[in-house]
Every structure is written in structure tokens, then in C-alpha cells.
């Protein structure tokens, strides 16, 4: 394991049989911004909107998230190799939280995960990942429900999300928002919803005490 990764705390990891180690860690922008910004500035990446950013700028735009209590990016490692940027956001504090029902133990996800390595891509490689991600945010933060909203022609991050049991949603209009800290251009999205007694059925703890 990378001692870049090894020495930071992590607020979950999780040994996956067949597929690895996988840990959750708190983004530093500082730290992990370079190897974001390769990220996102990937032709993959076209539907996560940072395309085209300088390095110093998803820099910034995270740093500026560090400070938030209602959203929070993660760097999620596999056998001490960061593989995926996870970001997770209160969907009432967020614009999504205009377009549907807010429920009580929702959570919003954003997935971005790295380019496949010189191997290239392997079946059932980002399904054990979400696995990871489905234990950290449901079970790990006790949340009842998991929100997506993938952009419509985003039609692979669609298909991925109802292999993993994710029930679609209606098609909404998220908003433009455009403040100084913060510009999203208007997106069509079809939201998607997975309860966590579908992911942990007979695991789900009495919420009523």
C-alpha cells in the first residue's frame, strides 16, 4: 500500500472478498487535487461538468467544500491506489432538494470513478466498489436512502445505477446555480433512489426507538 494513502485515517474501510481493500478518506484538496483534476478533465468525465478547470481551480472549488457542513467529497482508495472521487450532500441543502420529496435519511451521491489502468477495464470492478460505498453511506452514516442524479445522457452511469438496485425516479430540470463560490449550469437528470433494506435486507436497524 501506497504510504501516501496507508497513513491517513480513514472514516471506513472495508475488505471486499475477491476485489480488495477499499477506504474511504476525507478529500484534502490540497493533497489530492492533482490527481482529481486528471480526473475530471478526462472525454470521460465530460458529464461531471469540470472539464477544461486549471488545476488551481477544482483546487479551489474543493477546498471550498472542505468547509461545508452539508457536502463533502472522499477518496476512495483500493489497495492503496485512490480509484474513485465520492462526494456526498444533504439533498434539502442542495439544488436536487428543489426537484422531489426530501425524505428523512436521504443522502445525495456523486461517483466519479479514475480511468481504468493499462489493463483496461475488468466485469464486475466498479459494482464491488459501489458495494463498498453502499456500506459506508448506508450502514457507516445510517442513512435510509441513497439520491442520484445522473445526467440523462449519461446513459452508462444510468445502466450501472439499476444494476446496483437503484429504482429510477422521474427525469427533473436541476437549476442553475450561480454564486461566487459556486456555477452549475442548468442539467437535465434522471433521478434514482436505493433504500438500504434493498442493499442490507433484514440488516436495516428499528428506526422507530
Same mark, same amino acid.
Given at each position: ?12 474501510? @472495508? ?42 481551480? %477544482? !483546487? ?16 476512495? %482508495?483500493?489497495?492503496?491506489?485512490? %480509484?474513485?472521487?465520492? @462526494? ?109 433494506? !434493498? ?11
Amino acid at each position: 500500500m501506497s504510504d501516501t494513502y496507508s497513513t491517513r485515517a480513514a472514516l471506513h474501510e @472495508q475488505f471486499v472478498d475477491g476485489y480488495g481493500t477499499v477506504r474511504v478518506l476525507p478529500m484534502d484538496a490540497e493533497l489530492d487535487g492533482p490527481v482529481v483534476h486528471g480526473w475530471v478533465n478526462a472525454d470521460r468525465a465530460a458529464f461531471w461538468g469540470m472539464r477544461g478547470l486549471a488545476e488551481g481551480e %477544482v !483546487t479551489a472549488i474543493y477546498a471550498h467544500m472542505e468547509a461545508l457542513d452539508t457536502h463533502h467529497a472522499h477518496l476512495l %482508495v483500493k489497495d492503496g491506489e485512490p %480509484v474513485a472521487l465520492l @462526494q456526498t450532500y444533504e439533498p434539502a441543502a442542495d439544488r436536487v432538494g428543489e426537484c422531489y420529496a426530501v425524505e428523512p435519511g436521504d443522502i445525495g451521491v456523486h461517483l466519479l470513478v479514475a480511468p481504468a489502468g493499462p489493463g483496461g477495464g475488468r466485469p464486475g470492478w466498479t459494482t464491488a466498489l459501489l458495494g463498498a460505498v453502499a456500506s459506508y453511506v448506508l450502514l457507516g452514516l445510517d442513512r435510509a436512502r441513497v439520491v442520484v442524479d445522473p445526467d440523462v445522457r449519461n446513459e452508462r452511469a444510468i445502466a450501472r445505477f439499476r444494476r446496483q438496485g437503484f429504482t429510477p425516479g422521474p427525469v427533473v430540470v436541476l437549476p442553475e446555480v450561480d454564486l461566487p463560490d459556486v456555477q452549475l449550469p442548468e442539467k437535465r437528470a434522471q433521478l434514482a433512489f436505493l433504500a438500504r433494506e !434493498t442493499v442490507f435486507p433484514g440488516g436495516v436497524p428499528d428506526r422507530s426507538a
